[in-house]
């Protein structure tokens, strides 16, 4: 999904960044928006297109949920400034693009579902063949062990939660970070970074005995 991206880069595409949003934008809204010229605006605008970011329909250009991120990651593949990228995105652009690879990968997917008693709220969850992954989304500009250990333990705790109200449920706790340069793990639960997600949900099944599993006793 993400990985294919051929962006020809422009020097002020990461601004361009904060002009991606859902519904449509035509190149005078961009160039407000980002404060760019016109003509770099559509340059721009049109790179996006060519790449499969965003349909382009009466002069108007139509982006989704995590379009904005899908640009952001092949930025940061590119050597972009980690600080300049993460500036124009948020915890929904993560999220979102988070949960359409999963959809792309055949799961259902639940986005910021909430559990009771007590109260929990997990970012995504996507669910096939019996099992669920739930997802902490961490958009994070610098991570220590001690965060992501305590990451870790709150997720496996809203795993067991889930589990406790879902009868017959496997599920795997996973964190997915935005500056991670490699997947790692901290008792078993994945730490996977996002440019990595599709790769690893790829090889998902495959690796889940390596993986902290956690299911109704």
């Known amino acids: 999904m993400i990985q294919n991206l051929q962006l020809k880069i422009h020097p002020k595409m990461t601004i361009g960044l904060q002009g991606i949003i859902p519904g449509g934008v035509s190149v005078q809204d961009f160039s407000v928006v980002t404060k760019m010229s016109s003509t770099d605006s559509k340059t721009i605008l049109d790179e996006f297109v060519k790449n499969g970011i965003g349909n382009l329909e009466n002069d108007f250009y139509y982006f989704e949920d995590g379009d904005k991120l899908k640009i952001a990651v092949a930025l940061l593949e590119k050597g972009f400034p980690i600080d300049e990228i993460s500036i124009a995105l948020d915890w929904r652009d993560f999220e979102g693009l988070t949960g359409a690879i ?116």
């Open 102 to 217: 999963l959809s792309e990968k055949n799961f259902a997917v639940i986005k910021n579902m909430m559990l009771t008693k007590p109260r929990m709220e997990i970012d995504v969850v996507g669910i096939r063949l019996g099992i669920a992954i739930l997802i902490d989304c961490k958009h994070w500009k610098r991570y220590s062990a001690s965060s992501l250990s305590t990451a870790v333990k709150k997720q496996v705790e809203r795993t067991k939660h889930y589990v406790s109200k879902t009868p017959g449920a496997m599920a795997v706790p996973v964190i997915v970070t935005l500056y991670q340069d490699k997947i790692d793990f901290i008792d078993n639960v994945p730490i996977v970074p996002i440019f990595q997600f599709a790769s690893f949900i790829d090889e998902f099944y495959g690796n889940i005995d390596q993986m902290k599993t956690i299911g109704t006793d």
